[in-house]
């Protein structure tokens, strides 16, 4: 039996090969070209941990694989001035439409309501994703190295660096990091979930944190649902956060947003 990773990306395989009939890479090309220019991903990233404050980005996600739908009442572009005006400094839009319910338009019309620099949250295994990305707008791809090989996650990192976006590289364990810091990258996203098994573990960020250089953005993600948690990964040295499912879970965003990001006096 096949792990989920693996099922998610076969289906990519296929998706990527209809679009590509359906518009190809010279269009898509010449509409990255013309797209509104990036706003910095990792700037504002490192502004906010530079300030002394939490990092984060929040996620615009509708449904998962492991927990079905998360958010009946969905509008992503209320989603995405509640989040900028809770304290969210980037925003990360699913736009993986078997697995996730997510839609191209959501990080369009996502990223048209504020002013948050968007990472186009799927499974990139393709350049013709990494040009169409920015032709969406995207300002940051997600490279996952558990699903690319290291020729091709370093191709797309070129063609992302090519087209002025930056590049959440995602591990989720020793091996994939030390190929990860191979990579021209700089924002590491350690990955609190196995994405073959889906099970969810905050000690994976503890176990990596000390490996990341200083000089590389530590992101820990997924699983992260109180301040508490925050403050427990930020003992180890991550200072930036991914987070969908809590805050998308709640009625009220923007309100969870600042409470996820208080911070104890005493911390
Ligand atoms: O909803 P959570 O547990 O807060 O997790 C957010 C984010 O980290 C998660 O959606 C994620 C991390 N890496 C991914 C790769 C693909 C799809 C989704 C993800």
Do not use: W
């Amino acid at each position: 039996m096949s792990d989920v990773l693996t099922r998610i990306c076969d289906d990519k395989r296929a998706h990527i090969a209809a679009k590509r009939a359906e518009r190809s890479f010279a269009e898509i090309d010449r509409a990255a070209l013309k797209a509104s220019p990036p706003r910095g991903f990792k700037a504002a990233l490192r502004r906010e941990v530079d300030a002394g404050r939490h990092g984060l980005i929040a996620e615009i996600k509708r449904a998962s694989p492991s927990k079905g739908l998360i958010r009946q009442d969905f509008n992503p572009s209320e989603l995405a001035r509640a989040y900028q005006a809770g304290g969210a400094a980037c925003l990360s839009i699913l736009t993986d439409i078997p697995y996730f319910q997510g839609q191209d338009s959501f990080l369009v019309e996502a990223r048209a309501a504020c002013d948050l620099p968007c990472l186009r949250k799927d499974f990139m295994l393709d350049p013709y994703q990494v040009v169409e990305a920015r032709a969406l707008g995207a300002d940051c791809i997600l490279l996952i190295m558990a699903a690319l090989d290291d020729g091709t996650a370093r191709e797309l990192a070129d063609v992302a660096a090519r087209y002025g976006m930056d590049v959440l590289v995602e591990v989720h364990n020793g091996e994939e990091l030390t190929r990860a810091l191979q990579l021209p990258c700089e924002l590491i996203g350690v990955n609190n979930r196995n994405l073959k098994t889906l099970s969810v573990d905050l000690a994976v960020t503890e176990e990596l944190a000390s490996r990341v250089p200083t000089d590389r953005v530590l992101v820990s993600e997924s699983g992260l649902y109180g301040p508490e948690d925050l403050e427990r990964m930020a003992k180890v040295g991550a200072h930036c956060f991914l987070v969908g499912e809590s805050l998308m879970r709640q009625t009220d965003v923007t309100a969870a947003t600042r409470a996820l990001l208080a911070r104890r006096e005493a911390a």
